[in-house]
Nanobody, 124 residues
């Protein structure tokens, strides 16, 4: 069983920054691709960013490109999400996901493990 623990959420004024972190407890030596999704109140969970372990590359949803930066730790199953120039529309619960099972990393069902989520609230 893999557990994901997110941290770093909070309350921030529009234009500000927050940094989220996620650590996966993995008993084996397996290294996983990891991603961030978010879910605003009354909305479906949506893809935010991915770190692909096989090539070390990242990709982002169009809504966060240029503002968010995801970094993966090369030696551990840990990732961070630096969020700059935050907007009220970024308000959501942010979830960390791990273990990608298909090429469609923007799809929730492609991920096996999920964290409990951390709240990010951006006020204007």
């Amino acid at each position: 069983q893999v557990q994901l623990v997110e941290s770093g959420g909070g309350l921030v004024q529009a234009g500000g920054s927050l940094r989220l972190s996620c650590a996966a407890s993995v008993r084996s030596s397996s290294m996983y691709s990891m991603a961030w999704f978010r879910q605003a109140s009354g909305s479906e969970r949506e893809f935010v960013a991915v770190f692909k372990r096989n090539d070390g590359r990242t990709d982002y949803a169009d809504s966060v490109k240029g503002r968010f930066t995801m970094v993966g730790d090369g030696a551990r199953n840990m990732v961070s999400l630096q969020m700059n120039s935050l907007k009220p529309d970024d308000t959501a619960v942010y979830y960390c996901a791990a273990l990608l099972t298909s090429a469609d990393y923007a799809r929730q069902s492609s991920w096996v493990y999920w964290g409990q989520g951390t709240q990010v609230t951006v006020f204007s």
